[in-house]
């Protein structure tokens, strides 16, 4: 299972950092990455990052946000930096392993302005 957690209230131009740790059976892991959805929106690829290291950035976070993982721990962080209030929404995490996908129940996170 996976447990996310970091998110809350920030105003626009601060910092969060989520984190997601993925426990119980879950071995050989591929990929893991955070997805959001803003209220009455589709759900988007927010950054993912591959065993042994490429990332990938959504365009709107390119420069802002970075992902990074703690293989031992079998963790992922986002460090979400120059928040706008664009950024609101339930940002959930993701895992791509040998056996399948997890996903994250989701942590909310909310920009004013």
């Known amino acids: 299972q996976l447990q996310a957690s970091g998110g809350g209230l920030v105003r626009a131009g601060g910092s969060l950092r989520l984190s997601c740790a993925a426990s119980g059976s879950i071995s050989s892991i591929y990929v893991m990455g955070w997805y959001r959805q803003a209220p009455g929106k589709q759900r988007e690829a927010v950054a993912t990052i591959v065993n042994g290291g490429p990332t990938t950035y959504g365009d709107s976070v390119k420069g802002r946000f970075t992902i990074s993982r703690d293989s031992a721990k079998n963790t992922v962080y986002l460090q979400m930096n120059s928040l706008v209030p664009e950024d609101t929404g339930v940002y959930y995490c993701?895992?791509?392993?040998?056996?399948?996908?997890?996903w994250g129940q989701g942590t909310l996170v909310t920009v004013s302005s």
């Open positions: 993701k895992v791509v392993h040998m056996r399948g996908i997890l």
